[in-house]
């Protein structure tokens, strides 16, 4: 059993920065491969970045590639997720995942591929 509890989320304002932090226990995050997903009011939950259990290699959605960095913290237990240049379509509700049966070197884009969620953080975009 893994439990993950997400924080950092928040009110920022257009072009500003924010880094989600989501902490894991039960188990160590070394031998899962991660993920971030979003869901913003009135639309499904979409998949936003992900890194592998080794390497480590990373995938990002496009409508963020270049502003957000997946990141992992072996000691914390921890995984990250920086966000720069934000504007009104990243706000949402962010949740991290974890995925028990990857390989080393994948990075799952599907819901369906994670086996763990946390409660999800507020992130708000506002002008």
Do not use: H
Not at 14 to 32: F, I
Not at 48 to 55: E, M
Not at 100 to 124: A, I, K, M, N
């Amino acid at each position: 059993q893994v439990q993950l509890v997400e924080s950092g989320g928040g009110l920022v304002q257009v072009g500003g920065s924010l880094t989600l932090s989501c902490a894991a226990s039960g188990r160590t995050l070394s031998g899962y491969a991660m993920g971030w997903f979003r869901q913003a009011p009135g639309k499904a939950r979409e998949f936003v970045a992900s890194i592998s259990r080794a390497g480590p290699r990373t995938t990002y959605a496009d409508s963020v590639k270049g502003r957000y960095t997946i990141s992992r913290d072996g000691a914390k237990n921890t995984l990250y997720l920086q966000m720069n240049n934000l504007n009104p379509e990243d706000t949402a509700v962010y949740y991290c995942a974890a995925d028990t049966g990857s390989s080393w070197l994948e990075t799952p884009l599907r819901e369906y591929d994670y086996d763990y969620w946390g409660q999800g953080t507020q992130v708000t975009v506002s002008s």
